[in-house]
């Protein structure tokens, strides 16, 4: 987990609830991103304080998503508005020989900031490509782009990495010395995201590509 020189948290990212569980390193961080399809968006309007999931994928050094221009969190995170984005991935259950050290095999990542406003054109296109991208690397050559009006349409946001935090526990049940005898099991139940077979639609004649006959070996 060591790729790179550790950053220096800031007072929002300094983990202190069991931090020798932290991680500051980039790459880190970017392999929490690239596994997950969604993150968490939490915000206060003002009025109340609300947390959205929405879709998500990594460009670079920063974190994007998309919505549409008329919807609520894009008008929020277009606002300049202070943020706070989570990404977990739950690997597994931890059963210890007491209740109490039960705990979870996780890595988690949050990003703290604001959004910025894709304007540019084409780099709104390239990152809209790169979500096909992530969806299925090739779909972008075969599926119809976004038309102008879809696009006029569709806000891409981006938000810096430069201020963020993951958290990783995998360890083995952690027992109180005099719970180590007790007659109860103890160990790891792993948890993991499946690929499921492909569920075709009313396609014809069309060959299946590539990607979609390897989704199941992939996972």
Not at 34 to 57: K, Q, R, V
Not at 151 to 170: F, H, P
Request: with cysteine; glycine share 6%.
């Amino acid at each position: 987990m060591n790729q790179q020189s550790p950053s220096s948290p800031s007072p929002r990212t300094r983990i202190r609830r069991l931090a020798e569980k932290a991680s500051y390193e980039q790459q880190t961080l970017y392999a929490v991103i690239d596994e997950a399809y969604l993150c968490n968006i939490a915000f206060n309007d003002g009025t109340s304080t609300h947390c959205i999931p929405t879709a998500c994928w990594r460009i670079g050094n920063a974190l994007y998503v998309h919505g549409s221009n008329g919807g609520r969190l894009t008008k929020i995170l277009t606002a300049g508005t202070q943020v706070s984005v989570a990404i977990t991935h739950l690997d597994g259950l931890v059963l210890a020989r007491s209740a109490f050290n039960h705990s979870m095999h996780y890595r988690s990542a949050v990003i703290y900031g604001t959004f910025e406003l894709v304007e540019d054109k084409q780099a709104k296109i390239a990152a809209m490509d790169a979500l096909m991208d992530k969806i299925a690397a090739g779909r972008k050559h075969e599926a119809r782009p976004g038309n102008a009006k879809e696009l006029a349409a569709t806000s891409v946001m981006r938000i810096s990495l430069d201020e963020a935090a993951c958290k990783i526990s995998n360890s083995a049940p952690s027992d109180d010395e005099e719970d180590m005898q007790l007659p109860v099991w103890a160990g790891v139940l792993p948890l993991a995201v499946k690929h499921g077979e492909p569920m075709h639609a009313d396609n014809g004649s069309i060959p299946t590509p590539a990607y979609v006959t390897g989704w199941v070996k992939t996972a």
